[in-house]
Structures are given as structure tokens and as C-alpha cells.
């Protein structure tokens, strides 16, 4: 039965820290190769230097000015990119219209390796910062998406590996040497593909279709 190809969502994949969207190169040609509408963009500056929340309002405005207001989208966010993806999802109104939210070797919970930076944005990952406390103080919201966290146990990035273990959603453990290395690893994109071609929640499919009933343009909201 292939009713979940006819609701494949546009996709937007984003990146981690000292990252491009270029790292999403071979994951990107795989979804769009099974059918995914795959978007991409490159948050600036890259290196810490500039606040999470800053970041993800840069999300925030990509997707405003890239999709109508109405259409559904998923999201797939690599290490940082999951926090950044996380703010927008629960700060910044993305919970409104992501239907499924992947987040690959993210740091949840933080990782010591950010101690080794001063810039505002890797002081935000650090294990215990004020910033994630309070990200995590209402992450079971999530609980509203399809939500999923990948990671890897021999992670050097994400120190503790089980920082990027969440109390909800679907967990995958993929067994992969390298942090990096999961963006490109076959078992990790399957993954990911899976992920996204699971029924979103029935919840949120009702929530949608009352949505768009009250749509005030009255149009043809598909």
C-alpha cells in the first residue's frame, strides 16, 4: 500500500556546527532519489559565534519565505541543527507544522566538547546551560510529532553519547565510528527514510484537516 508516498512532505535538513548544507549531499540525493522534496540551508555564522535561538529564527524566517503558510513540513537536524531545529519547533511556532522531526547525534543534554569555546552558541550546548534546561523543561511537546533521535554510542562530539537519548519518541542506535560519519552512513539514511515515511499521528492529521476548514482564504488548501 503506497498511501505514504501521495504525503511525503517537503524536507528540510539542517546542518551542525562548522557545517554547510553541503553535508547533507548524499542523504539529500537519497530521499529525493525516493521521492522527498529535500531543502536545504546554510545558518550563518557557523562556528558558535551567535546565539541557537538566533540560528533558528533563521530557520524560522527559510521556511516562511520558502513554503506556504499551510504546508506541512518534516525536518531532519544533524547535531546542533537538532537544537536549532528543537527552538523552532518549540519556541517559534514550528510545532504548528511539523509533522515529523528527526534529530541525528544531537547533543539534547549538552556535551563537554562545547567547553572548549566561549562563543554564546557553544556555551548553549554545554551540559546543564541554562538554555537547555529550559528547552528540556517542555520537550515531552514533542511527544505532539512523530519524533525520532538517531545516535551513535562511540560518538567523540557528543560526550556523554547518551546526551542525545531522549525520554520520548523512537530511538535508533546506529553503531557508527565517527560523529560525521552518520550523515553518510546507509544505515543512518534508511533510517531517516523509515522516519519519514512513517503515518504522521492521527492527532495531528485531525488537527490539519480542522485547520484548514478554518482557513480564511477558503481556497484550495491542499
Not at 19 to 43: C, K, R
Not at 73 to 101: A, K
Not at 159 to 169: A, C, E, I, R, Y
Amino acid at each position: 500500500m503506497e498511501i505514504h508516498n501521495q504525503q511525503r512532505h517537503a524536507v528540510v535538513l539542517v546542518h551542525g556546527i562548522t557545517d554547510t548544507e553541503a553535508v547533507f549531499n548524499q542523504m539529500a540525493i537519497s530521499l529525493a532519489q525516493q521521492g522527498w522534496p529535500v531543502y536545504s540551508l546554510n545558518l550563518v555564522p557557523n562556528r558558535g559565534e551567535v546565539g541557537l535561538d538566533v540560528l533558528a529564527q533563521q530557520l524560522a524566517d527559510y521556511i516562511a519565505k520558502t513554503f506556504a503558510p499551510e504546508a506541512p513540513l518534516d525536518i531532519v537536524g544533524f547535531s546542533m541543527g537538532g537544537i536549532v531545529s528543537r527552538y523552532y519547533i518549540q519556541r517559534l511556532g514550528g510545532i504548528n507544522r511539523v509533522q515529523r522531526f528527526i534529530t541525528i547525534s544531537s547533543p539534547h543534554h549538552g556535551t563537554v566538547v562545547a567547553y572548549a569555546s566561549q562563543n554564546p552558541g557553544c556555551m548553549q550546548m554545554r551540559p546543564n546551560s541554562e538554555f537547555l534546561r529550559e528547552l528540556n523543561q517542555d520537550a515531552m511537546m514533542l511527544q505532539q510529532l512523530n519524533f525520532t533521535s538517531i545516535w551513535t554510542p562511540y560518538d567523540l562530539m557528543i560526550v556523554p553519547t547518551n546526551s542525545s537519548k531522549m525520554p520520548l519518541g523512537r530511538e535508533v542506535i546506529i553503531p557508527v565510528a565517527l560523529h560525521s560519519w552518520m550523515l553518510t552512513d546507509s544505515r543512518c539514511i534508511a533510517s531517516v527514510a523509515a522516519a519519514l515515511a512513517e503515518p504522521i499521528k492521527r492527532d495531528r492529521q485531525s488537527l490539519r484537516i480542522h485547520s484548514y476548514q478554518k482557513s480564511p482564504l477558503g481556497g484550495n488548501n491542499t
